[in-house]
């Protein structure tokens, strides 16, 4: 597609309830990223794949967070058991892989834990 | 670990008043200084890539520059349109996620 596409734009849910975000990247694009910006707070790194390998999931906060790719292309960003803490906007991005590192990024999915 | 600190958190100028923003890093092994801007309700827009000290890159009315422990972003005779919130980034080692500030934000009024 023309840009990076991320669903549900909002989301509200209960703690203790399973959310799944997701996000389509650029076509071609290799590399996807997931961020997470909470109120007043910079963007903080979740997870890198390369294709639908992740060979960096450093960012992840607890095992309540996992994320997955397939076919290169479509990524779910997946919280168990939401608590309030997980209440942000959850950013994806993707590149082309080329090394330049260039992120274009979705407008964002807002999940909000009552 | 990598640390990535904007200043101000806030900018408020008039139409026409130029002014800087400044990020300064702590990482090891720079390999690349991003500057994005980001609009309420949007994601981060990719502005500038500066990858040695001394370099520098325009666009329009902005103006990245790049030093071994800093990078500026100066805003030449703003408009109300550049309102917004600057975002700095440093992509490190061997390494492929980009670490970001806080953000500047931006206030231009007439």
């Known amino acids: 597609g023309a840009g990076v596409s991320q669903s549900p734009s909002n989301k509200v849910t209960e703690k203790g309830k399973d959310v799944e975000l997701r996000c389509d990247p650029i076509?071609?694009?290799?590399?996807l990223y997931w961020y997470r910006q909470s109120l007043g707070q910079g963007l903080e790194f979740l997870i890198y794949?390369?294709?639908?390998?992740?060979?960096?999931k450093s960012g992840l906060p607890s095992d309540r967070f996992s994320a997955e790719r397939t076919g290169g292309s479509v990524s779910t960003l997946t919280i168990q058991r939401t608590q309030q803490e997980d209440s942000a906007v959850y950013l994806c991005?993707?590149?082309?892989?080329?090394?330049?590192?260039?992120?274009?990024f979705g407008a964002g999915s807002r999940l909000t834990v009552l | 670990e990598d640390q990535v600190t904007q200043s101000p958190e806030a900018l408020r100028l008039q139409e026409g008043e130029s002014s800087s923003l400044n990020c300064s890093y702590t990482?090891?092994?720079?390999?690349?200084l991003f500057w994005y801007r980001q609009d309420p309700g949007k994601g981060p827009e990719f502005l500038f890539t500066l990858y040695s000290a001394g370099e520098e890159k325009e666009k329009e009315r902005l103006k990245a520059t790049l030093t071994k422990k800093e990078s500026f972003l100066h805003i030449t005779a703003p408009k109300p349109e550049d309102s917004a919130t600057y975002l700095c980034a440093a992509i490190t080692g061997g390494g492929n996620k980009l670490t970001f500030g806080t953000g500047t934000q931006l206030k231009v009024e007439l």
């Open positions: 794949f390369q294709g639908n390998s992740a060979p960096d």
């Open positions: 990482v090891s092994g720079l390999r690349g």
């Open positions: 076509s071609g694009h290799t590399a």
């Open positions: 991005a993707s590149s082309d892989g080329s090394g330049a590192n260039v992120l274009t």
